[in-house]
């Protein structure tokens, strides 16, 4: 009884402590309900669809078509078949009054005109989102013609064909709208792995072999989507290839879909300086077999996270004035610090959304960050979160972003990177605030009894 007494005294004393005026609690909130939908819809082209990706013979016409021959092409020739289905997958997560949207898209890279047309259209229908996040796979061998940028359609993917543009609009519309019919009662959780050997480095340098997953369950038990995450260029296909296809990502995720019966996204990761090792369609089939088979092997041993909820924040990283710096495209013989300047073709500002999903973070980028990039901002989510992943080239595409000792040595990618020196640092930076930002929005806070 002594013990019994004492015992009883020592929680009287610390509840008169906690209760006295101004003592104050950390609280959590209780878990939100999580609802989840997933989709996936192929993209019905025209015939005479052009390949995006490469920008150079054999893919490039002699001559311009001023003749109209082909209505969807101008600079490139048309593609000659699809070899396998372009696809847009949508995942629509909403948990405690917040609502994303995820799109995997078989293209190589994000026209932001149409992501904002998508955001739009989504509003007038009543789907409002916290974060729409649009990944490109990446894809050398996906569709052209469906971006408004005079510069990158000379480049890469062609002039803009609204009746290209307006298939691939209505398929990332139809998926999403359907993903949301789909919506049932679900759980998250995320997982990582390792898939070393498939990719090799274009700056000498380590690459980044981890595999990221997120496993989304219907709490009926049933599979509802996974997104998988990983750093490979859609390049195993070369520019002799004229036949569509999603490359060895697309390959990977039919194989996926095939096994556990759900839409597969995929989101490419800091991929500025990582190349496929095999290549050729017997490359394809090979990453893509090892790819599927690693992600459908962490599957049965990812578990639910304990922490359910959904947050998003973006942050604008100003950038320098873009241009091309012509020493690393032509050699040391052009004086450093000549540059064609590209203010009237591209954005002074980058937006970095950084999405938190259960126990993860997604950080999205607007173009090709290289793995030194990418592994910092992993480095600095862990404080936070159990898994940071990186989802590069989503939502736009505004070329690579470098590590500066990597922006000053001459080669394909510092000469694809038009923000000097320092920015690639800069959308570092941004990605770090935010995910800073939504930790400390996570955080319990004290709060005072009474109140």
């Known amino acids: 009884m002594r013990g019994l007494r004492a015992g009883a005294l020592r929680a009287l004393i610390v509840a008169a402590l906690l209760l006295r005026p101004g003592a104050a609690s950390v609280t959590a909130a209780p878990a939100p309900r999580l609802l989840a939908g997933a989709a996936g819809v192929t993209v019905d082209l025209p015939a005479d669809t052009p390949l995006g990706g ?6 490039r016409a002699w001559m311009p078509d001023l003749l109209g021959r082909h209505p969807d092409t101008f600079w490139f020739r048309p593609a000659t078949g699809i070899h396998d289905p372009i696809k847009v997958r949508a995942l629509v997560l909403e948990a405690g009054g917040v609502r994303l949207l995820f799109l995997g898209v078989d293209v190589v890279g994000m026209d932001p005109a149409l992501v904002a047309d998508l955001r739009r259209r989504l509003d007038q229908l009543g789907l409002r989102y916290a974060a729409v996040i649009a990944a490109a796979s990446h894809t050398h ?8 940028s005079t510069l990158f359609g000379l480049l890469a993917v062609d002039r803009e064909s609204p009746r290209v543009r307006g298939r691939i609009f209505r398929a990332m519309e139809d998926a999403a709208r359907e993903a949301e019919r789909r919506k049932r009662a679900a759980t998250i959780g995320t997982g990582r792995s390792e898939v070393p050997g498939l990719t090799d480095s274009r700056v000498r340098e380590p690459v980044d072999p981890e595999l990221g997953v997120l496993k989304v369950m219907g709490t009926d038990k049933r599979p509802v989507a996974v997104m998988w995450n990983y750093a490979i260029h859609g390049t195993a296909l070369g520019r002799e290839n004229r036949q569509l296809s999603g490359d060895v990502m697309g390959d990977a995720s039919a194989r996926i879909e095939e096994q556990l019966g759900v839409p597969a996204l995929f989101v490419n990761g800091a991929v500025g300086d ?12 090979a990453g893509g077999k090892t790819l599927a088979g690693a992600v459908v092997a962490l599957w049965p041993r990812i578990t639910a996270d304990p922490d359910q909820r959904l947050a998003a924040a ?6 320098p004035p873009p241009g091309v710096e012509l020493s690393n495209c032509l050699g040391r013989w052009i004086p450093r610090g000549t540059r064609l300047g590209l203010r009237a073709a591209l954005p002074s500002s980058a937006e970095v959304w950084v999405v938190a999903v259960g126990r993860g973070a997604w950080v999205a980028i607007p173009g090709e960050p290289d793995t030194r990039l990418g592994r910092e901002i992993k480095t600095a989510g862990r404080a936070s979160f159990a898994t940071t992943f990186v989802a590069g080239v989503s939502n736009a595409y505004q070329g690579y972003f470098l590590a500066a000792e990597h922006f000053r040595t001459s080669s394909y990618i510092s000469c694809g990177s038009l923000y000097g020196e320092r920015g690639g640092e800069l959308v570092r930076d941004a990605a770090i605030a935010g995910l800073r930002e939504l930790a400390e929005r996570r955080a319990p806070r004290p709060v005072k009894p009474g109140r």
């Open 54 to 59: 490469y920008g150079g013979f054999p893919r």
């Open 141 to 148: 061998s996906g569709p052209g013609a469906y971006a408004q």
């Open 274 to 285: 990582v190349s496929p090792r095999q290549r050729g369609w017997d490359g394809v089939a």
């Open 314 to 319: 973006s942050v604008t990283a100003l950038l």
